[in-house]
């Protein structure tokens, strides 16, 4: 008999067998495959992002791509200032006489010099840095551009940190000191006592707050109960709804939108709150935070004069508080608040008009006048200065910004600042300064402040994690609180902000 192949024999088989059989075959079969299909784990769908915030993350994807190429990966009442006297809202000082007593540092005679040196080397390419100037929500947001919640999400944190320099161990730092802060946080109100904790000032419980909850909001923590930060979302929440509870809020007061105390603390508090309207995820939470805000800028606001600056009460000549507001006005301004763009162009007037011939900006001037008279020197005040400018859109390769960046910097006064790693204040404006005019500023100030400011944090006992206010300048006055919550935003300048690098358009 001949051999027949496997597939001769199927064929003659299906030619003998009736009809009925083979469709019964093929029923069975088919049904056999649905009931696999049916009884088959389904797969969790991709997550999905709405339009806006898809096309936001691809952008930011791709602003830290293009980074990674081009970048070497070495490569309070709250007073911090070094004049705490009382000043009327009519009071001016002549900042031609030394009437305020400075205790930070013994200061040479003042000497003019207008000299200029090179221009530092950018850590980013020139035309990268155009690209980012024009990543903004409007005009003027350099120092605030990007969505907060991007710049400050653990890849964020990781990829800015890493571009920027930041040296091992400052995580570990940061994390230290906000686990003291939860530590310490008052459990019923959800804010911070400075008196409770070594502060010396009676009326600081909305500024101390304030500092404290942008202390967590930097590195990144909100009310997400879950990730790698979920340990402080209830510590988050705490804070923002203490600060919304403590403010004036009745609409038939004289003073809606007001926290009770003096305005270092009304320009804390109004930050922090801006930037919790941009970071939280609790709409509820969010909206309350935003409406509180938004309070708190329109009281700072109806307080303005038209030179545009401010003092402890209300209009004034104060540089450090003026400060203070601004930081408050850009946050708001990146909240996407109502900030009216002629209360910037008035700050910026009177940030110009206060820097004399030499760089130097003095703790107060007089408004009325377009050239300032040599006052003493203020290396702390010419940071404020010199970074607020910077955020409000003026270029770092500007002769105003070069000229303050080397009066800062002359004779390494500023590294001298860094190395001591006391003056908590001066510290951070000048973090903030030397950030944003990159180059070898920064590079020079990174090797140098970091550091010294971790090996001053407490390690053992108690009060670990936080900074002594005994052993820095002014920090009895603000106390612990102050102290650590400055600290920690110093540490964070790498990943607060994305730096401004770039002039952007007038108002």
Known sequence: MEQLTLGEWVRSQLKRAPSFALASAITGILLFICATIEYAPASEPPPTLPPVRAEIDQEVRQQLDEIDRNVDPEAPELEPTDEMVEESVESMVDTETDVIDDDFHVEADFVEDDSMVTQPTDP??????????????DAGSGGFRGELSQIRSPAGRRRMARQAGMQE??????LAGLRWLKRVQDRETGGWDARKWGGNRTRTTAGISGLALLAFLG????DVPEGELAEFAPTVVKAIEHLIDIQEQSPDSNRTGWFGERLYSQGIATMALAEASEMVQNPYLRQRAREAAQLGLDYILEL????GAFSYTGPGTDVSVT?????ALKAALTAGLDVPSEALARTERFFSISMHSSGSTPYRIDPERTVQRRGRKRDNMTAVSLTTRLWLGQSRRSEAAQLQAEFLTRDNRHLNVARAGRNVYQIYYLSLAMYNMGGQYWHDWNEAFNEPLREAQVKTGPHAGSWDPEKHTRGTQGGRVYTTTMALMSLQVYFRYLPTYQALDAF
């Not at 980013?124 to 929500?137: C, G, V």
């Not at 400060?323 to 930081?327: H, S």
């Open 219 to 222: 590195y990144g923590c909100t």
């Open 304 to 307: 303005q004069p038209e030179h």
């Open 124 to 137: 980013l390419p020139a035309e990268f840095s155009e690209q980012l100037a024009t990543i903004s929500i």
């Open 169 to 174: 161990g400052t995580d570990d730092a940061i």
């Open 323 to 327: 400060g203070f507001q601004l930081q």
